[in-house]
């Protein structure tokens, strides 16, 4: 593309969003014009608009444009699956290792170590398949509230990198036109 398309002051995209499907489409476009995931901002939880804004605030239109808003970064689905992954991964491998070891150094025979580590790394992949769909519910939770609220709100803002301006075209595919 020729230097024209470029920008290197700040640039930023705001749009709210009615479904997590478009949401996170339009995430996708925003990746795909230059944005970065870290420069990608959602508002905060809502307990954390009301301590910060008050109580008052009714919709999640009313504040879209606000630099006050607390935001966080945008964490997406593959991300909450990665950490799930990782939830479990260890709840099954942590037990297992030390239910093994302890037989093992107990002097307890191979079969003995093999149903130590099974039983520990199945009771410790139960307990940890519970955190992970905790983390993923919390997830969930959090995209319903702004949703609940009238939208989920979408922020892009880059002024660190030289990045292709962002136009309405940007968000146009997830918006359905």
Do not use: C, W
């Not at 990608?40 to 630099?67: Q, W, Y």
């Not at 991300?79 to 002097?107: D, H, K, R």
């Not at 769909?133 to 509230?145: C, M, N, P, V, W």
């Amino acid at each position: 593309m020729p230097d024209a398309a470029y920008n290197s002051i700040m640039t930023e995209a705001v749009a709210v969003f009615h479904d997590v499907e478009s949401f996170e489409a339009a995430i996708d476009n925003l990746l795909a014009a230059g944005f970065d995931h870290a420069d990608i901002n959602v508002l905060a939880h809502e307990d954390t608009i009301a301590s910060k804004l008050g109580p008052t605030h009714k919709s999640t239109a009313e504040f879209e444009d606000d630099p006050e808003v607390p935001r966080i970064g945008y964490i997406p689905n593959e991300t909450i699956g990665n950490a799930e992954g990782a939830v479990i991964g260890a709840g099954v491998y942590v037990p297992a290792m030390f239910g093994g070891l302890a037989v093992a150094a107990s002097g307890g025979t191979l079969l003995g170590v093999f149903v130590a580590a099974a039983v520990a790394g199945g009771a410790g992949g139960l307990i940890a398949a519970a955190l992970a769909r905790y983390i993923g519910h919390e997830h969930a939770k959090h995209l319903d509230q702004h949703l609940h609220h009238g939208g989920l709100p979408a922020v892009g803002q880059n002024a660190r990198r030289r990045v292709r301006r962002a136009s309405p075209r940007d968000f146009a595919p997830s918006l359905g036109q």
